[in-house]
């Protein structure tokens, strides 16, 4: 099992503060996941990242790729109420699907 | 287009009773994985369905089980409830089996959110 640490667990903000969130593990992934999950929903894909050192942005959100692909980070710049969720990890393509625990963001008004 | 919908949303059980949950996949994909969410073990992998044949299983007892049918709903069961199985059960569709690309894409359900007294 791939083991995927997340931090931090919990951050709350007010609305326009930038913000990142850590995906780490010492076990190197052929691809990288991350999801969001709003309250009372299931998580949503936001990107896949697969090569080391990869950038991809998806409008306010940075996400990036450690060179090593053991580690990802994820950048939100000016976060608002609506990225408030939580924020999971998980290697792309892992036959028995292990997620982080999550980093629970809460964006003030 | 249809998401992922999964039946019932909110339920309560007593311990040792027993609960069948439903997700329907989105129309074309063939493979159903199940996921545990509690807030002390986060989501855990239970188990995928592609084809009506269970393809992997995470580590639970076998009192968790499920099925597919002939097109694509899946359905799994709890027996002999537990508080500990007090949870948001998810269920994912896909296309492809979990596993058999570079990159799995799941798309989940709203969930059931299950609570044993």
């Known amino acids: 099992t791939q083991l995927l640490e997340q931090s931090p667990q919990f951050l709350s903000i007010q609305e326009g503060e930038n913000l990142t969130v850590y995906c780490n593990s010492s076990?190197?992934?052929?691809?990288l996941q991350w999801y969001r999950q709003e309250p009372g929903e299931g998580p949503v894909l936001l990107v896949t990242?697969?090569?080391?050192?990869e950038v991809k942005k998806l409008k306010r959100l940075t996400f990036q790729f450690g060179d090593a692909r053991k580690d990802s980070s994820l950048h939100i710049t000016a976060a608002q109420p609506g990225d408030t969720g939580l924020y999971l990890c998980a290697p792309g393509g892992s036959y028995i699907p292990t997620f982080g625990r999550g980093t629970s963001l809460i964006v003030h008004p | 287009k249809a998401g992922v919908t999964q039946t019932p949303r909110y339920l309560i059980k007593t311990r040792g009773q027993q609960v069948t949950l439903s997700c329907s996949p989105i129309?074309?994909?063939?493979?159903v994985s199940w996921y545990q969410q509690t807030p002390g073990q986060g989501l855990q992998f239970l188990f995928e369905y592609f084809s009506e044949t269970q393809r992997n299983k995470g580590n639970f007892p076998g009192r968790f089980s499920g099925r597919q049918f002939s097109n694509s709903r899946s359905e799994m069961n709890v027996s002999t409830l537990e508080l500990g199985d007090s949870a948001l059960y998810l269920c994912?569709?896909?296309?492809?089996?979990?596993?058999?690309?570079?990159?799995?894409?799941?798309?989940f359900g709203a969930g059931s959110r299950l609570t044993v007294l």
């Open positions: 076990s190197v992934f052929s691809s």
């Open positions: 994912a569709s896909s296309y492809n089996r979990v596993g058999e690309s570079g990159a799995n894409v799941l798309t």
């Open positions: 990242v697969v090569t080391g050192g």
């Open positions: 129309s074309g994909h063939r493979s």
